[in-house]
Each structure stands twice: as structure tokens, then as C-alpha cells.
């Protein structure tokens, strides 16, 4: 089969398409033949090495974090899938590798995809909406009658975490650049600041929580917002001891964690609150969660409308890069 690789960590998007055997599944995985693999931020991240604290790879490595394809093959201990299905995944963060024809894939990290929906919709689905979920869920434990803003929300990860925020019964508000503005206000977003017009810290107050996108230098305004005893999850910031913990880490690395996030922790405390880092891993009973709600609610993400093929794969990446996207960048197979 074909595959996209990298044989080191590198600051240049340099992969190579590669002729592979087919991979061997486990009793309890399912071979995918896939159809459609997202290019995403974090397969950017993981090329550089910036995440290789959280996860270090051995090389050499098969890109690619989230897919949508068919089942080719079933282990003898899976019971839930069978040849023919449709289904997508984000793959478990210690073995991915959707930037190829097949991938093995455990089946506890699969769902079916949504009813009716095509494969290259379905792969722009898993990585942000179990990253929403996650966030909403597992982090910030967040109930029903609940504030939660998002900041930087007007891209795809807005597009999937307003939705599943709104299914848990949370009220929303959003900041984002105004031509998104629509759009949110549809959703059910109760307030949607426009970043350009209005400082969100300077017009909100008493959130119970916060999601943030958009990293450490929108730390103090973030907390500012919230509510003592309110909880703020960053995607972008630095990972902290609570995080440390939650992933078993080794000593050392836990010891590195707490000193990364020590004043992330320290300030947050201060106010009474409390800070979380989320790293979003692979669970199909949460996928299968979003995909209900997904049916239900019809969010369709946005798909860039460059077609990129696996020998294309450094374009795909460097059009990422690049940051000027109308939808999830994907590799179609």
C-alpha cells in the first residue's frame, strides 16, 4: 500500500510517499481502507517534534491523526464492526498513521460515520469533535445551564464545539472575526463578539467556563472572565501537573509538566479558579456520542476545496501551514 512517512523530526514539510505491506490487525482491531484523512495543525506539530513530550515517535512514522473509510477486515475478538461498514476515527495518539490506503485501527477507538454523510465530511468530524466533547465533558465537567465561552471560535473547531456545547445544554458565547458572526448566531450562540470591534474581558464577566484556542498570550484575559471556581482548558498553552497526571506520565516528565504550568497554576489558584491543558485522545463511545449529535443537529464542517491526493501530501501540509483555510485541508483517497 501507499503511505505518507517522515524519517526524523524536521522544521521543513519534507515526507515521502512510501510502498508499505499491508498492516496486520490485532485481535481486537479492524483494518480501514480509507477514503479520506484530514491535514490538521497537530500533524504540523507532531513533524516539528513540538508535541514529542506528550507523544514521541519512533521513526520511521506514518502521518495522519483522523479518517473516514470502509472496513476491509475485522480481528477475531471485534464484535461491533464487520466488512462494508462505514466508519471514522481519530486514531489513538501512540499509533497513528491515516495518511495511507489502510490503516489498523483498534475498534475501540472507531464509530460508524454519520447517517448519509460522504467521506471527506466525515473525516473533518473526529479530531475537533472529540476535542469539543472532551473539553466540555472531561475537563471542564461542565453543566447543563452553564456559560462556556470560546474564544477564537469562528473556525472548524467552532463549528463542531458549538453544536455539542448546545446538546449538553450549556449557554454559548463565541469570539470570532465577523463574517462568521451569522452563522454562530444561528447555531444558538447567545453571544458572539466580534474580536475586531470588542474586547471580550472587557464586556464579559462571571463565566462558569472557558474553552481557549488560541494560546498563552490570551491567558490573563481568559481567567479574567471567569467566575471564581470556574475552570478554563487550553488547547494552546502549556501543559500542567493535573495534566501530567491524567496522562501517567513518567516522573520526569511529570516533574517537567509541573514547571511548564506552574504559573498558568499559580495564577488561576490566586483567583480562586482553576486551569486545565487538553491533549485530545481517541474514544469511539464518545465518537458515537458526537455522531448522534451530529444526526441530529446536521454540522456539516467546512472542507477546503483544494483536493489533495498522497502524493500531494506536502501541499496539503503547507497549505495548512499557511494558515488562510475556508475548511479542513484533506488528503482524498
Same mark, same amino acid.
Given at each position: ?17 512510501? +510502498? ?21 495543525? #497537530?500533524?504540523? #506539530?507532531?513533524?516539528?517534534? $513540538?508535541?514529542?513530550?506528550? /507523544? ?19 480481528? &477475531?475478538? !471485534? ?6 461498514? &462505514? ?14 490506503? %489502510?490503516?489498523?485501527?483498534? /475498534? ?8 448519509? %454523510? ?14 469539543? %466533547? ?24 467552532? /463549528? ?13 458565547? !463565541?469570539?470570532?472575526?465577523? &463574517? ?14 466580534? %474580536? ?8 464579559? $464577566?462571571?463565566? +462558569? ?10 491567558? +490573563? ?12 482548558? $487550553? ?10 497526571? &491524567? ?11 509541573? #514547571? ?37 443537529? /446536521? ?9 489533495? $491526493? ?14 488562510? #483555510?475556508?475548511?479542513? !485541508?484533506?488528503?482524498?483517497?
Amino acid at each position: 500500500m501507499k503511505a505518507v512517512q517522515i524519517d526524523q523530526y524536521t522544521k521543513e514539510i519534507r515526507t515521502r510517499l512510501c +510502498d508499505l505491506p499491508l498492516p496486520e490487525i490485532a485481535a481486537d482491531e479492524v483494518l480501514v481502507k480509507v477514503k479520506a484523512a484530514a491535514v490538521n495543525p #497537530l500533524e504540523l #506539530l507532531i513533524l516539528s517534534g $513540538s508535541v514529542r513530550l506528550i /507523544q514521541n515517535y519512533t521513526m520511521p512514522l506514518t502521518l495522519g491523526n483522523e479518517c473516514a473509510g470502509i472496513v476491509e477486515q475485522v480481528g &477475531r475478538h !471485534v464484535t461491533a464492526f464487520q466488512p462494508g461498514d &462505514r466508519v471514522y476515527t481519530r486514531l489513538p495518539q501512540q499509533k497513528i498513521g491515516a495518511f495511507a490506503e %489502510y490503516v489498523a485501527v483498534p /475498534q475501540s477507538a472507531l464509530a460508524r460515520m454519520p447517517a448519509e %454523510y460522504d467521506f471527506a465530511t466525515a473525516a473533518a468530524i473526529p479530531l475537533t469533535g472529540l476535542t469539543a %466533547y472532551q473539553a466540555i465533558t472531561e475537563e471542564l465537567e461542565a453543566q447543563p445551564g452553564q456559560t462556556l465561552l470560546i474564544t477564537g471560535a469562528s473556525g472548524s473547531f467552532g /463549528q463542531m464545539a458549538v453544536p455539542i456545547a448546545k446538546a449538553c445544554g450549556l449557554r454559548v458565547f !463565541v469570539t470570532g472575526n465577523h &463574517r462568521a458572526r451569522d452563522q454562530f448566531l444561528a447555531m444558538g450562540v447567545e453571544r458572539y463578539i466580534d %474580536y475586531r470591534q470588542e474586547n471580550y474581558w472587557e464586556v464579559l $464577566s462571571g463565566v +462558569d467556563h472557558v474553552i481557549d484556542t488560541l494560546g498563552a498570550a490570551e491567558f +490573563d484575559h481568559a481567567l479574567h472572565v471567569l467566575k471564581p471556581g470556574g475552570r478554563l482548558v $487550553s488547547l494552546k498553552a502549556v501543559p500542567n501537573k493535573a495534566f501530567a497526571v &491524567r496522562q501517567h506520565a513518567a516522573p520526569w516528565k511529570k516533574a517537567l509538566f509541573t #514547571l511548564a504550568g506552574a504559573k498558568y497554576d499559580a495564577a488561576a489558584r490566586k483567583q480562586g479558579k482553576e486551569y486545565r491543558f487538553l491533549f485530545v485522545h481517541a474514544d469511539g463511545a464518545q465518537l458515537k456520542k458526537i455522531t448522534k449529535i451530529v444526526e441530529q443537529t /446536521q454540522i456539516r464542517p467546512a472542507v477546503d476545496p483544494h483536493v489533495f $491526493s498522497l502524493a500531494r501530501a506536502d501541499d496539503a501540509l503547507r497549505l495548512v501551514a499557511q494558515g488562510r #483555510l475556508s475548511g479542513k !485541508v484533506l488528503i482524498q483517497i
